[in-house]
């Protein structure tokens, strides 16, 4: 009887030691992709998406953050974070080294793209960030809240001034 289990078990145990480590190191990416699709980009709730201005990067904004990636490999290269609140918008500066990202209650973060960190933080305005946009000379960033835009040296990180909307 022993022998008969014996005879039975192992070959399905060397069996399932042969396959399991090419089924589990299979990229989540290609997981039952759709028929053309290429790949499945980024973790949690997609919230918005934008190529940098040289097509060298993409970056898709989630519920848990600012995930880069390389556009001739689709791979991930950083996954940019601060908070839990995840990321609602970005947006990047005419040059494509900055990266702006907004975010509900956590203001607005302006990331460095090539050293994939945090550059400065802006924390004027309402909790709900309307659009974000940089001058094309990209000296200059304005963000919109619910009724002012704020506009901002990108050097200095100084407020440069404040439009007022309707007020009624």
Do not use: C
Request: proline content about 3%; cysteine-free.
């Amino acid at each position: 009887m022993k022998k008969v289990l014996f005879s039975f078990f192992f070959p399905v145990f060397i069996l399932f030691t042969l396959y399991l480590p090419y089924s589990s190191a299979q990229e989540y990416t290609q997981w039952e992709l759709p028929e053309d699709a290429i790949a499945r980009l980024g973790k949690g709730r997609i919230n918005d998406m934008e190529y940098s201005p040289d097509g060298t990067v993409f970056a898709v904004a989630t519920s848990i953050g600012i995930w880069l990636y390389d556009t001739q490999t689709y791979q991930e290269m950083a996954l940019l974070a601060r908070n839990n609140n995840g990321v609602q918008s970005i947006v990047f500066d005419p040059k494509g080294t900055i990266l702006s990202s907004g975010e509900h209650y956590q203001g607005i973060t302006l990331w460095d793209v090539r050293a994939q960190r945090l550059k400065k933080t802006f924390q004027e305005g309402s909790a709900m960030y309307r659009g974000m946009y940089f001058s094309s000379d990209g000296k200059t960033f304005a963000h919109a809240s619910y009724k002012e835009i704020y506009l901002y040296n990108i050097v200095t990180g100084e407020n440069k001034h404040i439009l007022k909307g309707n007020q009624a």
